[in-house]
């Protein structure tokens, strides 16, 4: 196995030696300014917090876009970004599941989660349950810490999804635009999905207003049918802007999600339901998961004018879910049900840019916030009379920040960033009525944290081709209410010991990399380094001589990666692409591996674009990982490698039928070609029980897709 890992190794050294300036030399070098000229066109990102140019930022971003959303036909978000390089998921079924960023979990809120530049808070189990793939546009991805931007958890990274809004010249008479209906169907759960979609552009208006759908049985693996997988999913969705003079809009998105579904394994779940008869076979379902979602924003543009641009939002979501659990199906009769309430979230932000006259240096200044506010969750054991869980709790964040990007000569750009926040957490505990413990948690009273935190990065340009990326960034994560309102007797089965004196998890990250660009190449090699102190965790300890649990700062870890990716197009018609990741990560007081870390693994696509009045399009696509060996026994089993096959096809029909069809595509897909039995290294298992097709969660096996989106 050591062999196989060096072998895949030297492939990625070997394929980055071909960029080599002296391999290179019948690369075309003249440096393309004109957008329109590129082969490969360029990106433009918010990574920053406003938009630019991908090439112009410091920090390792990836982009799913609307291409790739169409073309999987995608039942969730996080198997879209499982094709990036140091990105993987955790599935607990097929709708959903936690993103694994460089080593940290969207479970462990060390990867958080922003839509159109607004935090998501109150679910980071379930929160990718609520995106309905075919209303994104786009997904960002920040591999590595952006604190100084983005607050707390952005340990591991940040995703940023960005919603579809209505195409067209709002300037123009007002008129239908990207309106569709979409109708996807997959084999392997018969699992419909559609979308119905009206969009116009007009008067100074741009609407859009979708109904999405998603209904499935349980899913099929090689090893068989996996219980409790099933979902069924409606999702309404409102975007509506008016641009009162050019450059000036304010707009209003509003979502709403209904989500009946089970949890087939992974976090929490496991061992699920597909152990032997008379094993444990637990049962988790979330019956339902709403949001109410609503915000409100602005963004100016501004010409001859001290500030470039400004940014506002101003939001309110609120969560309801309730849990049925079924411990052990042999014995159906017990049973529990847990009733989160909420919680509701305020929140926006206030972001400007602002180039200076006077020197080639542009500043970004913000602020953004958020009021999270949990009431009581309740519990009721086989159907009896509710029971408070936990206490209500709050968490407000307040956080300013300032970039400066400073182009210093022609090569070298330089950027700074820093930030301060401001996180309190409190609780009210008047319902408990254990004196003992009411007293330890009315001593510990609220907990309020300060954090400072910067990042540094340059990019410098060696030739029109070549560029060297550097970063150092700080991060920090603030205990999460639920870590913070775990409350001791006649709520758990053990007495939890509240903590004052919990501190902010912090790290600090070392980035060096390479990027190539010309016409027809893109490439990226990025080494890094994570250091991480007061890691937050739940110990084992005493009180009153008794066993007890705490929430203490007692962990530090470093993890070490290398990611390569790169995207070739030697004609307009063919694209090429591949990355490889490389990660590992170490309890450095256990010394033991770091959980959920994925192995060597990669990922790779060949596409064909007909160039034609009449679109068609071919892909296949691979994604492989080798055996995970370095892993903590005690937590963790090790899982054999594996390689998936995958290919995509789409047409316009327009190319048999005429004009009349011209905004029509039909798409076919088969994923997992082989019926290749695996599961993700990232996924959790309990290994107090035998290995399962639940524990660990085996992926899905072959599956037909087809899909028919008919515009109007």
Known sequence: MAKQKW??????????????????????????????STVIPSVKVSANRSEQTLESVTKSVSVVDNEAIQTRQATNLTTLMNELPGVSMAPDGMLSGQIVIRG??????????????????????????????NQVERVEVIRGPASSLYGTDSFGGVINVTTKRAEGDVMAPFKLTNSLVDMEYQSVNNGYAGRLQLAGAGDGFDVLLGLNARNAEDYESPEGTIPNSDYNVQNYD??????????????????????????????????????????????????PMREDYVSLGYKGEFDNAWVESVEASLYRRELYTHVHVVPNTNNPSTYVDSYVNGPVTYGGRLIAVAPWSSAPVVSTYGLDWYDERRDSSEQRVKGGPKKKTSPKSYQQN??????????????????????YDYVKTGLDTDYITDP????????????????????????YMLNSNFDLVGNVNTSFRAPSTTEVSAVGTGVYSDFRIPNPDIKPETGITYEIGTRFHSRTVRANLTAFRSDF?????????????????????????????VEFDITWKPTREVTAMTNISWIEGRDTVSNEPLPQIMPLNGFASLRYDAASQYQYYFEG??????????????????????????????????????????????????????????????VPENINYPKSKTNPLIQPGRNFKVGLTIGF
């Open 7 to 36: 072998t895949a190794a030297s492939a990625i050294l070997a394929t980055s030696a071909l960029f080599s300036p002296g391999l290179l030399a019948a690369e075309d070098t003249k440096q393309t300014t004109e957008k329109s």
């Open 436 to 459: 003992t413990t009411k007293a330890l948690f009315d001593d510990a009273g609220d907990t309020e944290n300060t954090q400072p935190t910067g990042g540094i990065g340059a990019i």
């Open 104 to 133: 940290f979990s969207t479970q462990n809120f060390r990867a958080p989660l922003f839509i159109n530049g607004d935090r998501f808070r109150g679910r980071n189990t379930l929160e990718y349950l609520l995106l309905d793939p």
């Open 533 to 561: 102190d007061n890691l937050i965790t739940t110990a084992d300890t005493t009180y009153n001589g008794n066993p007890a649990k705490q929430i203490q700062n007692v962990g530090k870890a470093t993890i070490n990666g």
């Open 621 to 682: 696509t691979t994604e492989w990982a080798t055996d995970n060996d370095v892993v903590d026994k005690s937590i963790e089993r090790e899982r054999a490698g594996y390689m998936v096959f995958n290919f995509y096809t789409g047409v316009n029909p327009g190319i048999f039928f005429g004009q009349y069809f011209k905004d029509t595509d039909l798409r076919f897909g088969i994923e997992n070609i082989f019926d290749v039995s695996y599961s993700m290294p990232t």
């Open 398 to 419: 307040v956080g300013v920040f300032m970039l400066q990007e400073w182009d210093t000569t022609d090569r070298l750009t330089l950027s700074g960033s820093l930030r």
């Open 238 to 287: 409102a975007r509506i802007g008016y641009t009162f003079t050019e450059g000036q809009r304010v707009e209003v998105i509003a979502k709403s999600a209904d989500v009946t579904r089970g949890r087939a394994g992974g976090q929490f779940a496991a061992p699920g339901a597909g152990n032997e008869p008379g094993q444990l076979q637990r049962e988790m379902r979330e019956d």
